[in-house]
């Protein structure tokens, strides 16, 4: 439980690429300006909805986070080193994370991270780009699944150098040993089935004042 933020002390002017929290579904949700509309609205980037949402000036704040009694600018959420994962908007791998680690910060909220997997066009050394922080989440653990997966269930299938979500269209023998799920990638750029070794747990980021 916590008071809400103040009102803050001067107009703040939003401009693409800020990170905000948002007022949407009776709640305060974490997100990015992704575009700005005429009439002073926006569309955000929310992160528990994984979609953009147009809204008005007044449902947007800048994020804050409650610490010791007192309302304080939010903390660093990527440290230098770190090993995290990466949503990328590029062509034919939108919708997936893949493995990177954090170079350093490179402005308000945005990081220059280097990919563990993708490489640059001369194949010569990893790709780096900078990174929005929304679009950066720490590796998510490993949770053994006793029973195995079931068809139908949501999974994360690495695929293409990347995790994609999707759901297992059906379970089919490996080596007369093992069985892998066939899991049917649910984002459209991507190809429509694909035979995964590697499956987990689906899971979502969230940051928590």
């Not at 916590?2 to 800020?18: A, G, I, L």
């Not at 949503?87 to 939108?94: A, P, S």
């Not at 991270?113 to 066009?121: A, F, G, S, V």
Request: aromatic letters at 12%; hydrophobic letters at 40%.
């Amino acid at each position: 439980m916590r008071p809400p933020p103040p009102p803050p002390e001067k107009k703040v002017q939003f401009k693409v690429e800020d990170e905000v929290e948002a007022f949407y579904s009776d709640g305060w949700w974490e997100g990015a300006i992704i575009a700005e509309h005429s009439g002073g609205k926006f569309a955000v980037f929310l992160r528990g909805f994984d979609e953009q949402i147009v809204l008005e000036e007044k449902d947007l704040r800048l994020p804050v986070q409650w610490v010791k009694g007192k309302w304080e600018p939010r903390f660093e959420q990527f440290t230098q080193g770190m090993q995290v994962e990466v949503l990328t908007d590029e062509d034919g791998l939108k919708g997936a994370w893949f493995a990177a680690t954090i170079i350093e910060p490179s402005g308000e909220d945005k990081y220059l991270i280097e990919y563990k997997t993708l490489r640059n066009d001369d194949d010569t050394e990893f790709l780096r780009e900078v990174i929005r922080a929304c679009n950066i989440r720490p590796c998510p653990p490993e949770i053994i699944v006793v029973d195995g997966f079931k068809v139908w269930d949501a999974v994360d299938a690495y695929y293409n150098e990347g995790w994609w979500v999707g759901v297992i269209a059906k379970s089919v023998k490996h080596d007369n040993l093992t069985h892998r799920g066939k899991s049917r990638i649910l984002d459209e750029s991507a190809a429509p089935e694909a035979s995964c070794l590697h499956l987990k747990v689906v899971l979502k980021w969230k940051t928590v004042n």
